[in-house]
């Protein structure tokens, strides 16, 4: 198989070369961006990490010291009403301080929950996490190492068209098409079998007179 250019027209070449670059310019851009992109990823990430496993455990932490402080406030005021409100015989229904009681408990209840929640979850979304930038730094080498890889052979790409199309021809003019180029060689083989043959030996092999 022949490794040599057949063009047929420099404006194919012109084109294929405008092609080569428009191609080389978007994946620069497309490496650019992609590589902010990953970057806001993991910091995206790394925040909702921290949010669930610091953030929200603190908070929550700190809601489960709170309504326990509201449930023993709570008790005291009903055993206070108990004790103090008492006329007679007449035991005191403390209506309001047995639903402030139950209402601090159902808080705290949700706040353990909440709590344990966050701490069943930490090591899950931690492990997540970590696989998910074992992937990001795998594609970062895509991004970091094959895309600049690319981007050379496309500019080998376009200089190797570039002295494609300054080659000068046989005649020595410079510029000159190659497909005009091609076009001497046939010509001067023609010329050269167009010529008479020469005439053959006389018979009995003698010296020609």
């Known amino acids: ?5 057949d063009v047929k027209s420099i404006d194919t070449l012109a084109f ?13 851009a497309f490496a650019h961006e992609t590589g902010q992109a990953l970057s806001e990823c993991e910091m995206q990430g790394q925040r909702a990490v921290d949010w669930i496993c610091v953030d929200q455990a603190g908070y929550w932490k700190a809601e489960c010291r709170r309504m326990t402080e509201l449930v023993n406030k709570a008790l005291r005021d009903l055993e206070y009403c108990k004790a103090y409100k008492k006329v007679g015989d007449n035991q005191p229904s403390c209506i309001e301080e047995k639903k402030a009681l139950e209402k601090a408990r159902q808080r705290l209840a949700r706040a353990e ?9 930490t090591p899950v979304v931690q492990q997540q996490f970590r696989e998910a930038c074992v992937r990001l730094v ?72």
């Open 16 to 28: 294929v070369k405008a092609a080569f670059a428009a191609f080389k310019a978007a994946f620069a």
């Open 1 to 5: 198989m022949s490794t040599q250019a």
């Open 138 to 209: 795998r594609f970062r080498e895509v991004i970091d190492v094959d895309c600049p890889r690319s981007m050379a052979q496309l500019e080998r790409m376009l200089k190797a068209l570039d002295a494609y199309r300054t080659v000068a021809s046989p005649t020595g003019e410079p510029g000159s098409s190659p497909a005009a180029a091609a076009a001497v060689g046939p010509s001067m083989t023609r010329q050269l079998d167009d010529k008479p043959a020469a005439p053959p030996p006389p018979a009995g092999g003698g010296a020609a007179p």
């Open 113 to 121: 929950q909440k709590a344990e929640a966050v701490r069943r979850w």
